[in-house]
């Protein structure tokens, strides 16, 4: 499989920020469009961005024998170790941020931790809400052609985001039938830890209990829901501060 990443201020000598976009998203339009990239870049950090397989530029495929979180914190590792990083900090939202809690509590290298999009199902299902999103019927919704209209609301809206984004759905299906449940080891993500939530986000309720499940945990919630909280003002001003220390 094929891992696409994206760089910023490459010659910048400090430990990067590496930074893993949500399901169906990409770098572009996880990070870039809605202004974090810009942000950071400023701020004089250097910034990597990891496209998840199946999505963006990285490499796609039917298989769901292929995907599923633990493999996405393998790839996210491995670019690490291509690219040669030493320590880094590290920035996950929704599908990625868990993907980069697995990261965290297994490589020594990540100095610092910022998950959004995520609360209480991390702890109590160890992985996304699927509580939300019926698995099923997200990827019945994603491989029908014509009328979505037998399937819900929330089905539709990641059909109609792969569409707008023109996402590879088989790709996206995929990773939806290996959607990681756990476990999760919270425990190992010593790190200092900043969860960020949208407060209309119904895919990151309860993120105090996520929060407090952490050694390190500290929680900030900003406006927004699940697609716009990362393009609040306070959003990034949150992140970019936490990163500063």
């Known amino acids: ?14 430990p990067p920020v590496v930074l893993q976009h949500g399901y169906v998203a990409s770098t572009e339009t996880n990070w870039v469009g809605p202004g974090v990239v810009d942000a950071l870049v400023a701020g004089g950090h250097r910034v990597i961005g990891v496209d998840a397989r199946g999505h963006g530029r990285s490499g796609q495929s039917a298989d769901r024998a292929l995907f599923g979180e633990p493999t996405m914190a393998r790839d996210l590792s491995a670019v690490m170790d291509e690219l040669d990083v030493r320590e ?33 199902a991390v702890v109590e299902l160890g992985g996304v809400d699927t509580r ?8 019945g919704a994603l491989l029908a052609e014509g009328d979505l209209s037998e399937y819900p609301a929330g ?36 790190v200092p830890t900043l969860v960020l939530a949208g407060r209309d986000d119904v895919l990151a309720a309860k993120p105090e209990v996520l929060a407090d499940a952490l050694p390190d945990g500290r929680l900030r919630v900003v406006d927004g829901d699940h697609l716009g909280a990362v393009s609040d003002p306070e959003f990034i001003e949150a992140l970019t501060t936490f990163l500063a220390g």
């Open 1 to 14: 499989m094929t891992i696409a990443f994206h760089e910023w201020n490459r010659d910048v000598e400090t």
């Open 88 to 120: 880094y900090q590290l920035v996950g939202y929704s599908m990625g941020a868990v993907v980069s809690l697995l990261v965290a509590a297994a490589d020594p290298r990540v100095t610092r931790l910022v998950v959004g999009g995520v609360g209480s």
């Open 132 to 139: 939300m999103v019926d698995g099923d019927l997200l990827v």
């Open 155 to 190: 089905a539709r809206l990641f059909r109609q985001l792969a569409d707008v984004m023109g996402s590879h759905r088989p790709s996206l299906a995929a990773q939806a039938q290996a959607l990681h449940a756990g476990p999760t080891d919270l425990a190992s993500v010593t």
